[in-house]
């Protein structure tokens, strides 16, 4: 009776084997590329305004080499470089009508003047390890979404990013949020 379980287990395994060793590998091309997948306000309950949201897109890189790490400071990615940073993120606002790119200001009391902001990051190291380097994930930012200096309240964002080889993705764009202000 202990053989015809032997032979069962070994057939259990060898065909477990066999599954797992024809899995197809999902192979990408070498320049990033990166869907939207989801924007997710969060409302203030203190003020019942939404000061921030929640962005998450989707990517794709068939080498692997996306994000940076935190000693990447030398060029091509030292600060005022156009490469510093790998999340790129424009803010638009509709403007009767029509949306506007806007450039985002804080008051620097120092220097008693507005300074640009910006709502660019750095993502961090990506880069498996080991074994194949094609790679999918979905990378989230939280964004402020409320412009005090403006009356307008829809507004959108178009994201891309850089991997470490300088490749840009394509830009995708959230569709229309509107907050409230």
Not at 17 to 33: D, G, H, N, T, W
Not at 85 to 96: A, G, M, R, S, T
Not at 99 to 124: A, C, H, K, M
Request: glycine share 6%; proline share 7%; hydrophobic share 35%.
């Amino acid at each position: 009776m202990k053989h015809p379980a032997k032979i069962v287990l070994i057939l259990v395994v060898v065909l477990g084997s066999v599954l797992f060793s024809c899995r197809r590998i999902e192979e990408y091309p070498i320049e990033p590329a990166i869907t939207y997948d989801d924007f997710v306000l969060l409302l203030n309950t203190n003020t019942g305004k939404t000061d921030r949201g929640v962005l998450s897109i989707a990517y794709t890189d068939g080498d692997g080499d996306l994000g940076l790490d935190p000693a990447d400071t030398l060029p091509p990615f030292d600060k005022g470089s156009d490469y510093y940073y790998n999340f790129l993120v424009k803010y638009y606002e509709k403007q009767n009508g029509t949306f506007v790119e806007v450039p985002l200001l804080s008051w620097n009391p120092e220097q008693q003047q507005y300074d640009t902001i910006t709502f660019n990051g750095r993502f961090p190291n990506l880069t498996p390890e080991h074994g194949n380097k094609n790679i999918k994930g979905v990378i989230q930012d939280t964004l402020y979404v409320n412009n005090p200096l403006s009356d307008f309240d829809t507004i959108k964002y178009k994201v891309s990013i850089y991997d470490r080889a300088l490749h840009l993705s394509n830009e995708v764009e959230t569709p229309e949020i509107v907050i409230i202000k």
